[in-house]
């Protein structure tokens, strides 16, 4: 059983990485860079997830609203505030 969270680990590891990758070139660090991280792969999931299901049943393309939504949340990583003191890591 133990096996299985293991794999399950190191497949959201491998799937995060990416993200993390293109984001530590925009400029956050640690522990800010996982604050960046997290709401751009939420909506990522956001698409893939309805998409893969037929969701998207709107006239306007998915396609085209993802590609909008990631050029908005390129934004915020290049401008990223740094943690506030005291917050914990």
Do not use: K, Q
């Not at 059983?1 to 990758?21: D, S």
């Not at 860079?33 to 998409?51: E, I, N």
Request: charge should be negative; aromatic fraction near 6%.
């Amino acid at each position: 059983m133990a096996r299985v969270g293991l794999t399950t680990e190191r497949a959201t590891i491998a799937a995060a990485e990416p993200t993390y990758g293109v984001l530590r070139g925009c400029g956050p660090a640690e522990p800010d860079l996982t604050d960046a991280v997290r709401p751009l792969r939420s909506t990522c999931h956001g698409f893939v997830a309805p998409g893969a299901s037929g969701g998207f049943a709107y006239e306007r393309s998915p396609e085209r609203s993802r590609v909008r939504a990631l050029d908005a949340l390129h934004i915020p990583p290049e401008h990223w505030p740094p943690s506030r003191d005291g917050e914990p890591a």
